[in-house]
């Protein structure tokens, strides 16, 4: 048996979830990571290698996913390289229809899964198959080619107090923070995007999801909202301070975009089918747009 | 003997303080405003109007003032609107070289001083003699013509969920809050200038506070950091969405000025001594700009 195909332009969808997504009740972005993933028919693999309670983890999405509907759900647990350069359990994500990524330590789940096959064969599935990959809290904050690892920041940016790392790249030019209201965390994202204007930040809410459609849209979904913080037309003192200093930030542009919010992007330009506001445009295009396998 | 005249242009400062300004140790921020009062000769008068315990309020700033070398201090304690009517006290607090109105209530300092012979004084003796207003906390709020009388928002933010009322316009175009960082008020300032794109939004930290020089410039001082958030550019829904909806925000301009900001502004353009960054300087300007005595 062949999994479906979800989508017709042959690339798949990501499902970026803020953390704290309900799994018991509702489950409205399960519910679409399901759908996006051919719906019952799917099969769905949870990665569990962010946790370093992985058993407990797959308890409860093996749960939703049944009650969901779906009938082929397996584990995938991960505790070193080894297991995610097994070429088998790579083929078997390889042939996901849905591949989601659990909570727990974005770093964790790097440091295991980051350039291994399985890796690679999460990016073939997505792109090659049109396979829907999910990721909660960590497993959103994996998800950006630059990922926020870590850092506290209190009450106002603090320059050298965010750490970023390698993350699995599905997308780019973004960087990714979860829990972000319920955790206060524009200032973090502040601190980000003063020192790397390169990047946008994207901060998700708990129990909310950012779902980007490669090559067709963005949708928000869940309780929350998605807000974003564009730095590239900043002016900024942050190259004449020291370590833990606030920077002065002059024209940072910020985006709110509450559940609900849904745009039709065309990443090419060409055609204006576009309905997003233009200064989101190309924010939007980026996030949309197919990113090669290499 | 006469009060000394602070500015040479003849129009005065504001020293807007977020709350919480340090009252006994180094007192960055009172110091501050005594000078612009005048020194060690300033003749200060706090205005006690917004608080519910005036004499304790009174108590702290007695002797704060006192360390600081004032000799000529007087309070100007306030329940009912006659007081603030009488021509005694107007001309006492119009012929002070500093007024500082203490925190509170901000709506109380209005219901109390809006209109009357006192608010016409202090406009006098800012405009016309060029006295220091000093305000902390509710007296910080007061200041601006659009004033931020009460609302709290959770997370998000929440239309219809804050209230402005009049306040006494030493600043026009603006709405200001305080305690802003440790109160993680920017929702709560988001969802004003949503609902109100033409006031920008002025979000002053504990312990910190925005110097207005009229006709000048702006500094800021103290532990923290200003923000402002301008939504004049901003797309969004609000007027098609339901109370406490979250309305969806398209390029909202968020500035981030910390302590140690300090810009020269020419009001009126022109010759350009202006060190602001662009995006920030007809914002600076209106700031700065003298307005008139009606």
Known sequence: MTTPKISRSGYGHLVIIGGGEDREDDMRILSRFV??????????????????????????????????????????????????????????VGAASGIFMSGGDQRRLLAIVGGTLLDEAMHRALKQRGACIGGT????????GHMLAEGYVELLPALGSVQLAAGLGFLQRVVIDQHFSQRRRLVRL??????????????????????????????????????????????????ELADRACPQLVDVRLHLLPAGS???????????????????????????RRNSLD
Request: net charge negative; proline share 5%; glycine share 10%.
């Open 35 to 92: 759908e996006l993933s051919g719906g019952p028919q799917a099969h769905i693999v949870v990665i569990t290698g962010a946790s370093e309670i992985p058993h407990e983890v797959w308890d409860v999405y093996d749960r939703a996913f049944a009650t969901l509907g779906v009938q082929r759900r397996e584990a995938v647990h991960l505790s070193n390289r080894a297991q995610a350069n097994d070429p088998a359990l790579a083929e078997l």
């Open 137 to 144: 809290s960590a497993g959103a904050s994996a998800m950006s």
């Open 190 to 239: 502040l601190t980000v995007v003063a020192q790397n204007p390169y990047l946008q930040g994207i901060g998700i809410d708990e129990d909310t999801a950012l779902v980007v459609e490669c090559g067709g849209g963005i949708e928000v979904i869940g309780r929350g909202a998605v807000t974003i913080v564009d730095g590239r037309h900043m002016i900024s003192n942050v190259t």
């Open 262 to 288: 849904r745009f039709k992007v065309n990443p090419d330009g060409g055609a204006e089918t576009d309905e997003a506001p233009a200064p989101l445009l190309d924010i939007l295009r980026s996030l949309v």
